[in-house]
Nanobody, 133 residues
Framework: QVQLVESGGGLVQSGGSLRLSCAAS????????IGWFRQAPGKEREGVSC????????YYLESVKGRFTVSRDNAKKTVYLQMNSLQREDTAVYYC??????????????????????????WGQGTQVTVSS
């Protein structure tokens, strides 16, 4: 069973950057898809990005395309989320989650394709990202 620990959150001004890390233990990254989710107060948890450990295939939420980049270092068992051009709307608790398989669980929702958080059984504790104006 994989365990996940996020780090790298903090307070940043609008337009700034942060890099989140998700360190995994108890498993090998190449057998998992790692998703990044976020949840703002009063809002549903939403999938931001996902990377497939075996192939490196990625998924991004439409609103973060071109600003966020997900990457992985399988040797270090760490997945990164580089977040640039941060906006106030990006303020949330960010979680990483793992799905054992060679795809990112997603499906049609709200006019697009979105990750399905309920299909990720393993979650980290979350890290707060706050973007100020």
């Amino acid at each position: 069973q994989v365990q996940l620990v996020e780090s790298g959150g903090g307070l940043v001004q609008s337009g700034g950057s942060l890099r989140l890390s998700c360190a995994a233990s108890g498993g090998t990254l190449d057998t998992y898809a790692i998703g990044w989710f976020r949840q703002a107060p009063g809002k549903e948890r939403e999938g931001v990005s996902c990377i497939i450990g075996s192939s490196g295939g990625t998924y991004y939420l439409e609103s973060v395309k071109g600003r966020f980049t997900v990457s992985r270092d399988n040797a270090k068992k760490t997945v990164y989320l580089q977040m640039n051009s941060l906006q106030r709307e990006d303020t949330a608790v960010y979680y990483c989650a793992a799905f054992e398989g060679s795809f990112c669980p997603a499906g049609p929702s709200r006019g697009g394709v979105r990750l399905r958080p309920g299909e990720f059984p393993y979650w980290g504790q979350g890290t707060q990202v706050t973007v100020s104006s």
